[in-house]
């Protein structure tokens, strides 16, 4: 199956309302060497003409986030390129001038990790251009396109049963999700984001534009930023301007996607003894490839007085048919198996890239919008399926969701969810050095999710978080892997690396070494510089990626309660009014 006989280019050049995150805030001293200008960089431009100082409202909606716990950020100055050089030339400024920046590419960061309250917000809005060359089936976007934009060029075409390896949420940024891994509808039937990515363009640490890709050798320079870009690239090695990526054809005869949302309210009578046999049941299964079914847990203090309820958003690479005769397969309750088979509906697979995902992830994209604005707070697990372990989980859920209903009965606009994000099919078939994303074998990317309206409740809601986690990390893989796309603030300075990239991280800090040694992109949770950069060093690095971990044991975390007001109360202190980036320039 081709995508296309002749060679056509087409091109969509769109804004839409950002939100997802390329990454974090960077600051420190310039050595003497690294105040020369970069290769490929002849001369800083004492002023940017191209780059023009946003007015009042356009800052305004530029620093807008949805979770109130950044509701003070407000960085001196954004500015929002439109190329590639005028990227390099910002960051040229800001490693001359020592000032801090962090790159914005639309705002989903879970920590906080785009936002930030000094120096200046690399806002990516405007580099949203995509490409499709139809002959090469190959589709370019640049640094700070969403998915929304790059499923649009597949709709507005018809390009029926091919589609991109993207996001669940059309809002989520491209660079922010394949340089994370990248795990969407149709990575058990595909494989992960990552893995489709031909090539990256990233301006590094010295200015340099460079483009990495998958026919440079893999024990080379550049292959190894390749590899790492694919996992573990958010804020750690450069600003990705453009990424470029395969599209692939769907399982499915003609095109047709099989796709729904149900919610399912148990009954309690039981004490839930329905739901969590069904549950179990359900996350054991040995669904086939084509089949990915998110689920989420929940207690709602604004639904059925918080009691709770589980919502099912069905992807199937194929048709109705089929779908429901794996449904049956299951075995589930049998009301829940019925509702799953009728509230799901075929159709073209353009036509669920531009209506069907948007519907199914409405919660979410009504919550990335700043006018409704609530506090949230996570943490994130991977887990795999077997049985003795999901005995555990479901119980645990169960039984903390129950425990949030009763603490919180007398509050309103409470929500305690679990999200249990599908992976595994062909996002496992990778070994798990072949990109710096480590838990491919994880079955289940579970996070869980904590909002709430009133900032008083923000102690008891961390509190909760924090019991409710130290009950299930042990059931997670290693005892801490967790998701880099879900990451957890609490988690400790000898922590993170491990529960992001497990063995990966010592190959990860030998290529922060050979691309970033002075530590320029530099944050709360980035990759370290390795303690030596010797041979030896190296090769000790590559070959314990290839290592199988052990379980962890226990790491220091930060006290979650010891978070409450942490955020708010510095970023009070920090300026209200937007400065121009000339007057930055001038300051330093």
Known sequence: MRLGNSHRLYEEDMEIDPNSDQSQCH?????????????????????????????????????????????????????????????????????????????????????????????????????????????????????????????????????????????RCPTVGVSGFMLGGGIGPFSRSLGMGCDTVTSISIVLANSELVTVSENDPQDSKKGMLFWALRGAGGGNFGVVTEISMRVLPLKGAEGIVTAGRFTWLPDPKDDYRTLVNTMLRFYTMDWSDQMT???????????????????????????????????????????????????????????????????????????????????????????????????????IVKEELQAFQQLFRAESNCLCQVSFIHSGGQASKKSRDATAFRWREAVYHSYIMIQFRDKWLERDMRGFLAKFKDRLKPLSMTKQACFVAFPDASL???????????????????????????????????????????????????????????????????DEEALTDKVASKRWQGPFEPASFAFILEQF
């Open 492 to 558: 400790g300075d000898d922590a993170y690396e491990k529960a992001y990239y497990g063995e990966n991280r010592f190959k990860l800090q030998q290529v922060k070494r050979i691309y970033d040694s002075e530590n320029f992109f530099q944050w709360s949770q980035g990759i370290k510089l390795p303690r030596s950069g010797s041979t030896k060093a190296q090769i000790a690095a590559t070959a314990a990626a290839k290592n199988h971990e052990e379980e962890y044991s226990e790491a220091e975390s930060v």
């Open 293 to 395: 079914i998110d689920s989420s847990w929940f207690s709602d203090t604004d639904v059925q007085n918080g009691a709770l309820a589980v919502r099912f958003l069905a992807y199937y690479d194929g048709n109705e048919h089929d779908f429901g005769r794996e449904i049956h397969k299951a075995a589930l309750d049998k009301e829940l198996e019925k509702q799953l088979r009728r509230r799901v509906l075929p159709e073209k697979s353009t036509r669920f890239l531009h209506e069907t995902l948007i519907a199914q992830w409405d919660e979410e994209v009504v919550r990335a919008f700043p006018s409704n604005g609530t506090f949230r707070i996570y943490s994130s697990f991977c887990f795999g399926n077997d049985m003795r372990d999901f005995a555990a989980i479901v119980q």
């Open 27 to 167: 600051k420190r001293s310039a050595s003497p060497e690294e105040n020369k200008p970069p290769k490929r960089l002849k001369q800083v431009p004492k002023s940017f003409p191209i780059i023009s100082d946003l007015k009042k409202a356009e800052y305004e909606r530029a620093v807008a986030t949805s979770n109130l716990l950044y509701r003070f950020t407000r960085p001196v100055c954004v500015v929002q390129p439109v190329e590639a050089m005028e990227v390099q030339s910002i960051m040229c400024a800001a490693r001359i001038h020592n000032i801090s920046f962090t790159t914005k590419n639309g705002g989903h960061s879970y920590i906080g990790a785009s936002t930030t309250d000094s120096g200046i917000l690399l806002d990516m809005a405007k580099m949203n251009g995509v490409k499709l060359d139809i002959e090469r089936e190959i589709m370019t976007v640049q640094g700070g396109a969403l998915w929304g934009n790059a499923y649009k060029i597949l709709i507005n075409h018809r390009l029926d049963g091919w589609v991109v390896n993207g996001g």
